[in-house]
């Protein structure tokens, strides 16, 4: 076993505490876990994959790519088992401790100014500017640029492998609700799943102020749920996937990422857990028990708080 083994199957951990008091169950893919501590495992391996095979990243070649910390982790880590150099470019609003993740795996480290956003709120702005960093870089190096929003691997990554898992773990799942930065979670499971199970719902969790892919708009772009909702529509975005949206206020996520944490024993993020408040919300308005199935995008340990 190597540490690549480690990426993909995830458990899928009831939440029982969460649901005791709801019309229906909510599941959650513990993606936590991964060696990475996110979903964005899956994709940076998956985009390594496919680069090798298609020709475009040779043996040694550096990889470069804007990241808001989980990618730049899961490419950090399979970067180094394949012994290509990688850069990250990082907007200094995401948390510090994301800086020091990136380099503990092993990253070399390039950190842009923020545009409009603030600490902790990382704006579409701010991640247009480290696109460019992160562009140039790969040009003046003759590097391999990673382009997480654009590249099909990252859909590929949950069409060959979250959906499928999520099918085998629970066949009877009703629902699946997922937030979106570049898509590849929600868009790849969303295809994967539906193409099983035609029935299946897939629902879009976003920020109510920063809600583009329910109303087309964004009223203000600063949020906590750091590595979503970036106020853009993702290039793969297909919006025939979504059959319906929910939004969540901050003080909604907060509180249920601390719930999950003391009542539940998983310490996990903010994205996670605006995916977990949304299942409940939607849960709630439902008359009959339905099965929920959502991602534990990341671990509560990327975070000052
Ligand atoms: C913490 C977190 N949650 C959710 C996502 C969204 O994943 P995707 O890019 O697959 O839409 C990301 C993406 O970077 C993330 O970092």
């Not at 997922?178 to 929600?186: D, Q, R």
């Amino acid at each position: 076993m190597s540490t690549l083994n480690l990426i993909h199957n995830t458990p899928l951990i009831f939440l029982d505490k969460i649901s005791a008091t709801l019309p229906g169950k909510i599941y959650a893919k513990a993606e936590h876990l991964q060696p990475g501590g996110s979903v964005k495992d899956r994709a940076a391996y998956q985009i390594i994959l496919d680069a090798y095979d298609n020709g475009s990243l040779k043996r040694g070649q550096t990889v470069v790519e804007m990241t808001s910390g989980n990618m730049g982790a899961g490419l950090a880590l399979v970067c180094r088992q394949f012994a290509n150099p990688f850069v990250a470019v990082m907007s200094e609003g995401n948390s510090p401790e994301r800086r020091k993740i990136l380099s503990a795996f092993g990253a070399e480290l390039v950190l842009t100014k923020q545009v409009d956003g603030s600490p902790g709120m990382v704006t579409g702005s701010d991640i247009a500017l480290a696109v460019d960093v992160a562009k140039d870089i790969a040009q003046n190096r003759n590097a391999f640029y990673a382009d997480q929003f654009n590249n099909p691997s990252c859909i590929m990554a949950h069409f060959n492998h979250t959906g499928p898992e999520i099918f085998r773990d629970l066949p009877d799942a009703d629902i699946f609700i997922a937030s979106v930065g570049s898509g590849g979670t929600f868009i790849g499971t969303s295809k994967y799943l539906k193409s099983v199970k035609p029935n299946i719902k897939c629902i879009v969790v976003e920020p109510e102020k920063a809600a583009i892919l329910k109303t087309g708009k964004v009223d203000d772009p600063k949020h906590i749920i750091q590595g979503t909702a970036y106020g853009l529509i993702p290039p793969h975005w297909d919006e025939a996937l979504a059959d319906d949206f929910i939004t969540v206020s901050d003080d909604e996520v907060m509180d249920m990422k601390k719930r999950l944490s003391s009542d539940q024993g998983l310490y996990v993020g903010y994205s996670a857990a605006a995916n977990v408040i949304a299942a409940q919300k939607y849960l709630k308005a439902q008359a009959k028990p339905l099965n929920v199935v959502t991602v534990l995008c990341d671990s509560g340990y990327k975070y000052s708080d």
